[in-house]
């Protein structure tokens, strides 16, 4: 696990640890030290650590005047055991609604594994950037996780899968994808 880096090619256009709205605003990164471990397996230092021992992430791009994020992931999403939808809600996704982030991009393909639970924070997070004219949207993320999130009924509050399996995510540049991904969800809303 250690050598799955998050994406670094967006980092000329945009540096959490340099922009004084987000959530990693001023995080030193040392990448000569290997600290953080999911289930014992060190991970690479630029992962960032939302509070959850298995689920970490990096915010690959974030734009204010349009109002939204990328935000890649890397572990196991458990809200079973950790909670980690809360954990995220609470420590970060909050914090970027409060700077006018409504429309979030997760990018999974490094989620290993989804393990489900009740559906009451992926509602109060859907309501909210509805209520503001957003949407949240996964692409990349594994098939067997978004059938096990279908399971638990967050299909309801995620738009995933279909024209939204974009894996060449990675050819774009932020804002392209911002606009690819806009447009497949509006048609799906109308």
Known sequence: MHQIEPYYNWLKYYNPAEDDRSPFFGKQYNFDVYSETIYGYYIDPAWD????????????????????TIIEFIGEWNDAINNDIMTLKRNIIEAMMAEGIFKFI??????????????????EWFEEVEDEGGWIAAISFPDFVFAEMSRFRLDHYILS???????????????????KVDGLVQRRLN
Not at 161 to 179: A, H, M, V
């Open 161 to 179: 899968g279909g024209t939204l399996s974009i894996d060449n995510w990675r050819t774009f540049q932020p804002t392209i994808l911002f606009d």
């Open 106 to 123: 997760l990018i999974g393909e490094n989620i290993m594994n989804f393990h489900g639970s009740d559906d009451s924070y992926y509602e």
């Open 49 to 68: 650590n939302i509070g959850s021992e298995t689920l970490f992430i990096k915010i690959l791009y974030t734009d204010y005047q349009q109002g939204f």
